[in-house]
């Protein structure tokens, strides 16, 4: 089974970090995101990528191209021209790059990578910004019971500010950071048949828009609930705080020993 994965942004509402390099490969802990967001794939037995590249793209092919460099002690034979590698530490991986464009929007993008899907066998999609310990194995299991086209993960967004309940002016309740209204939102981590694609018209067509909307619509469209840890990095200040709870030990979203 393969994902996709997109990750062709500007990433500008984190422009203190994404004006140097994609979003995606922003570090949590040392590693970029898109590579906290494999782990939890391939934890989960999906190890065959599809990359959707954009801005500052050929960062995300070096990364990988360098992938045993990044990850291995080596010795530099100057002289006869040869590197040998120390106790290399390989990903069971298969990552495909696709220049999606710089200017596409969501939807254009997995439209551009449609013919690196097989017909009638379910992919998984998702953004290059957020992290979860999602259970990606019964939510497979979720899509091919329904047999809909497409399964959305449904999350509680985390909360950013203290609530208070009033009583006239007077303050009766405090909760600070309390999790959102238990409204769901779109937390990405999608599962999918390779026909949504038909519905992306081009490039400038976000997923989000048309695509979703006319699989709702049509009663294509179910929801997986998730209801444990799921952050995204839209901002410095998200990004400081998945780093602190890396730094701690207390990351929920790696799920792999």
């Not at 793209?57 to 045993?68: A, D, L, R, T």
């Not at 976000?206 to 952050?231: K, S």
């Amino acid at each position: 089974m393969k994902a996709i994965i997109l990750a062709g942004g500007m990433g500008t509402r984190i422009s203190e970090e994404s004006h140097l390099r994609p979003k995606p490969m922003i570090e949590i802990g040392g590693r970029p995101i898109l590579w906290h967001i494999m782990k939890i794939y391939s934890y989960h037995g999906i190890n065959d990528f599809v990359i959707c590249l954009g801005y500052k793209g050929y960062m995300i092919k070096e990364y990988f191209s360098n992938y045993f460099l990044h990850n291995a002690d080596v010795t530099i034979d100057a002289e006869k021209n040869e590197i040998t590698y120390h106790n290399p530490k390989a990903e069971p991986w298969r990552v495909t790059m696709v220049d999606t464009g710089e200017a596409s929007m969501t939807g254009g993008r997995l439209k551009r990578v449609a013919s690196f899907l097989t017909p009638g066998e379910p992919f998984c999609f998702t953004y290059g910004d957020c992290v979860g310990n999602i259970d990606i194995t019964a939510q497979i299991a979720f899509h091919k019971e329904h047999g809909k086209r497409a399964t959305l993960t449904g999350v509680v967004p985390p909360g950013r500010y203290g609530s208070i309940t009033l009583d006239g002016n007077r303050i009766t309740s405090f909760v600070e950071k309390p999790p959102g209204d238990n409204t769901l939102i779109n937390g990405g981590f999608f599962v999918l048949d390779p026909s949504v694609t038909d519905l992306i018209a081009g490039d400038s067509i976000p997923w989000e828009a048309a695509p979703l909307e006319t699989l709702a619509r049509n009663d294509e469209l179910m929801a997986w609930r998730h209801e444990g840890f799921w952050h995204p990095m839209d901002t410095l200040r998200d990004k400081n705080h998945l780093e602190q709870l890396w730094a701690q030990g207390k990351a929920p979203w790696k799920v792999w020993a």
